[in-house]
């Protein structure tokens, strides 16, 4: 079965912004500069190509990763007994990689970076996964930080050493793996170092609503509830008030506080003879 690829976000657009990563074992590995194509085995036991979106991924890609040396090897791995039901994910990799910041290559490779277990549903730990690249000679991910963070300072402070690292060793960032909680994370080099911006309290001051959008929520109302409903309030208020958060919302307008006033007050024959106007 096969099993989409956990997306993959900054530390700082995690829940709690990096904080449950304080006192777990976290580990880096090198993000290859690819294309995130996963197999795995039906339930008639033939090899599915994926894609990082699609369950069976476009011709090209199957065609490019049948064509890499890895290919083979993979379906033997996937065959083999004890590996049942899992799903192997890697970066196949391109002539000129995508970013352009690793170096132009004559051969194209698939490189192992996880695997996922159906049966436990867990992505399997490092060392389980390396151990399978190695018996099989599947390349994989390299090691760039093995750590136990206990404060934010020092997270982030292995972050900025591991950037170095990739900038030396012409790869695109890391990934980081929390395996015990299954949190994963990336961090890239090609993005700019940005403060960490509190999230305001309250809603934006959105300025008023302007009459003539009121009265033009007005005549969507009386549109719908007819001149027969209009003046019996339990009926027309409540799509009154419906319109104008609808046109509100759809200006980037307050909602005005006042909207049983304005139905009072603003004569039908005003509303009527502005549709008319807009018709004309």
């Known amino acids: 079965m096969w099993n989409k690829y956990t997306d993959l976000e900054p530390i700082r657009r995690l829940k709690n912004e990096g904080r449950e990563l304080l006192g777990n074992r976290i580990l880096f590995t090198e993000k290859r500069d690819g294309e995130n194509v996963c197999l795995w085995l039906n339930e008639n036991k033939e090899v599915i190509i994926s894609s990082r979106n699609q369950e069976n991924a476009e011709k090209d ?10 290919y083979d090897k993979i379906v033997m791995l996937l065959n083999d007994g004890y590996t049942n039901n899992i799903c192997v994910y890697g970066e196949l990799l391109k002539g000129t990689s995508p970013t352009r910041i690793e170096p132009k290559r004559k051969h194209i490779h698939w490189i192992l970076f996880d695997v996922w ?41 292995r972050v900025e050493v591991a950037m170095s690292w990739c900038k030396r060793h012409r790869r695109e960032g890391i990934v980081g793996k929390d395996y015990s909680n ?51 309030v339990k009926i027309a208020m ?38 008319e106007n807009n018709v004309q």
């Not at 730990?125 to 930080?145: A, C, E, M, S, T």
């Not at 200006?251 to 909207?259: S, V």
């Open 182 to 232: 299954q949190i994963f994370f990336k961090e890239k080099i090609d993005l700019p170092k940005r403060p960490n911006i509190k999230q305001p309290k309250g809603d934006p001051a959105y300025p008023p609503m302007p009459e003539e959008k009121i009265l033009r929520a007005l005549q969507h109302a009386y549109d719908e509830i007819g001149a027969e409903n209009w003046k019996n």
């Open 61 to 70: 890609i199957q065609s490019r990763m049948k064509a890499t040396p890895e």
């Open 238 to 275: 409540p799509i009154v008030a419906r319109h104008i958060s609808a046109e509100a919302r759809e200006h980037n307008y307050e909602l005005p506080k006042n909207i049983y006033s304005y139905y009072v007050n603003i004569p039908l024959s005003t509303i009527i003879a502005q549709k």
């Open 117 to 157: 277990d159906n049966d436990d549903e867990r992505y399997m730990p490092y060392n389980w996964v390396y151990q399978l690249g190695y018996h099989y000679k599947i390349p994989i991910v390299r090691i760039v930080d093995d750590f136990i963070p206990m404060s934010e300072g020092e997270l982030f402070g």
